[in-house]
């Protein structure tokens, strides 16, 4: 395209910060989270504290600290919560007071040989709180720092390409610049957008053509942070190419990542590089992290149900596994078999410490870069569609906004979902008012029923339903989803248990032992307190007729192995053969296999509830 052409529409758009606004657990989610180590980072950690670079000091002054308020800010607005508030403006303040006569924002970024001395890679995520803030607060600073900026790397790109990091994610600062375009439709903004293009890697070949089929060395475009990024890049381009073989490229990269570095939470591995299906190979929080927006991006992008679902199962099950549940700690990587999280050598590239629970474990960056998952769900779970309003994703929330015609609507969502079936709606409206509502009904639905004023439909499942009448002040909608347990045939052909967007993990005994630090941030080991080398009696056609399913009231930390609110009961028998190899899970002994062991029943919680887990268990054999 040239530069003077517009974009092509996206096929939803996100509602401005603050337009959704959390409820019932997921605001006691994003409360824990600002009572833990996102609300206090800057007081414990230097890199994003008063001495950053960020601020004029002399501590780290590249990625972290915009790192940290790409989540501290949506995370202060969606809980109204006034220091926090304060603590996101000295950032925001940071970056557009850094900014110097050229458009340069910040300090030079250059922290080592291998990044230049002026590195880009940090500006894209600057844009990234600055576009939020923006939405919150309409400040008039925001829109012409972000512009000089876009000119500063116009003319700066001929002759300093982009190269390092800021090259591989690119698509960051794209997805901002088209942003910025639709609110001021400067022209240059265009150009700019191409002269990235074109210099950046080019992800859609890279999934189109995807040659990283086996656990891999330490490559910039096998980093596993890099491929969750670089997903959102051929549906984020899309909009500018009008090409159907860039769109096609994301469906590729997902199926390749899955079929040859899956893992049953929804991530990929990546141990910091592709690491294969092995299910005790780790996936980096900033990967989860950054996959999640990826999909909030592609789903703007495409509205495709089919990235919703992969949304909530992340949310649910890999966001909250790889914290504490206080969120006071978190693990640089999480297994989707994880027996012992402890200080030793395992086969993966990271440091021996990279599955402990800490401050800093491993690396930094996920210490910086985690606080976005649950502010950024959140506020995802509503988007406009044409005329009306989409339920992209669920939760309990509410919802404040204008139509297209500048109608007034609000929506007050009621549910205990993904632990309940049940989702109520109820319109806040000045008067009736036409538009048009999408219900998304999740391909893993058995059944779907919408009651409306008007009578009762059956949905169907993987779609956006569609619900296009006069509604009344007041009117109620309810979504009644039905699910049943399912069986996941995996590695060596294990099997993982699922029932809607939840999939079950063994709950395992804990011992948390303080290495160093200071509680409640210091960092632990955790070993396991009873068995975990389990198989399971189940049939795996029919995993319902083998497991019992067993309903807990939600309490105030539902993401914890003491508050589960469910529980799948199923019979199993320890597998001797099986046990510990390097620090972790040894393979699974492919199924089916055999135990003399007594049978046990075996107690299965939500994956996401889990700190020591087996996801992927073997069969045992059915004659015994």
């Known amino acids: 395209m040239t530069a003077q052409q517009p974009l092509r529409p996206n096929a939803m758009r996100r509602l401005p910060l603050g337009q959704v606004m959390p409820a019932g657990w997921l605001k006691e989610q994003l409360q824990i989270q600002a009572a833990g180590l996102s609300g206090h980072l800057d007081e414990i950690w230097d890199d994003v504290g008063p001495n950053s670079r960020w601020f004029g000091g002399d501590v780290e002054g590249w990625e972290r600290g915009p790192y940290y308020a790409d989540g501290l800010l949506p995370l202060a607005y969606l809980l109204q919560d006034a220091e926090l ?111 990235v293009q074109q210099q950046g890697y080019d992800w859609p070949q890279h999934f189109a053509r995807f040659r990283y089929k086996k656990k891999q060395g330490v490559h910039m475009e096998t980093h596993v942070v890099n491929n969750a990024m670089g997903l959102k890049t051929p549906a984020v381009w899309f909009r500018h190419s009008r090409d159907e073989a860039d769109k096609e490229a994301l469906y590729t990269g997902l199926r390749q990542l899955d079929a040859f570095h899956g893992q049953v939470a929804g991530v990929f591995s990546g141990d910091e590089h592709l690491s294969g299906r092995h299910p005790s190979q780790g996936t980096e929080l900033c990967a989860v992290v950054e996959y999640m927006y990826s999909l909030e991006c592609v789903l703007e992008s495409l509205g495709d149900p089919e990235h919703a679902d992969r949304l909530e199962k992340i949310a649910f099950n890999a966001l909250p596994a790889t914290f504490s549940p206080d969120m006071w700690t978190h693990q640089y990587d999480q297994q989707a078999n994880q027996v012992l999280c402890s200080v030793g050598e395992k086969h993966w590239s990271n440091e021996p410490d990279a599955n402990i629970f800490g401050l800093e474990p491993n690396f930094g960056c996920c210490t910086a870069n985690m606080h976005q998952g649950w502010p950024k769900y959140a506020s995802s779970l509503w988007m406009r569609r044409g005329t009306g309003l989409a339920a992209v994703a669920y939760g309990p929330c509410s919802v404040a906004t204008t139509l297209a015609d500048g109608q007034r609507v609000g929506i007050l969502e009621e549910t205990d979902y993904p632990f309940r079936d049940a989702i109520r709606l109820t319109l806040d409206l000045d008067e009736p008012t036409p538009f048009p509502l999408y219900l998304r009904i999740p391909a893993w639905a058995t ?105 807990h009231p939600l309490g105030p930390s539902p993401f ?46 939500p994956y996401g509830c889990t700190n020591l887990r087996i996801s992927e268990f073997p069969l045992l054999v059915t004659d015994e």
């Not at 000295?90 to 080592?112: E, L, T, Y």
């Open 85 to 195: 508030k304060k603590k996101a403006q000295k950032w925001v303040d940071a970056f557009i007071d850094g900014q110097d006569s050229s458009g340069w924002i910040g300090p030079r970024q250059g922290v080592d040989s291998r990044n230049p001395e002026y590195d880009p890679w940090p500006i894209f995520i600057v844009f990234k709180v600055l576009q939020q803030a923006f939405e919150v607060t309409e400040d008039p600073r925001i829109l012409p720092c972000m512009l000089n900026f876009g000119r500063y790397l116009l003319k700066a790109l001929p002759e300093r390409p982009l190269t390092s990091w800021a090259r591989f994610r690119w698509a960051d600062l794209l997805i901002c610049l088209q942003w910025l375009y639709d609110q001021t439709q400067e022209s240059f903004l265009l150009e700019l957008a191409e002269l």
């Open 447 to 551: 059944g779907a029923v919408i009651q409306t004023p008007d009578g009762s439909v059956e949905a169907q499942a993987g779609t956006f339903h569609e619900l296009s009448q006069l509604w009344q002040p007041g009117d109620q909608i309810t979504l009644e989803l039905q699910r049943t347990v399912v069986c996941q045939r995996r590695h060596h052909g294990s099997a993982s248990l699922l029932y809607g967007p939840l999939v079950f993990s063994l709950k395992i005994a804990e011992q948390w032992q303080l290495l160093h630090g200071q509680p409640p941030y210091g960092d632990f080991e955790v070993f396991p307190r009873s068995p975990w080398n389990y198989g399971l009696h189940l049939d795996p056609v029919d995993p319902s007729s083998s497991v019992q399913l067993v309903e």
């Open 560 to 605: 914890s192995p003491q508050g589960a609110p469910l529980q799948l009961l199923v019979q199993g028998r320890v597998v001797p053969q099986w046990g510990l190899q390097d620090n972790w899970a040894a393979d699974i002994p492919a199924s089916p296999v055999r135990s003399r062991e007594p049978e046990e029943t075996v107690t299965l919680i």
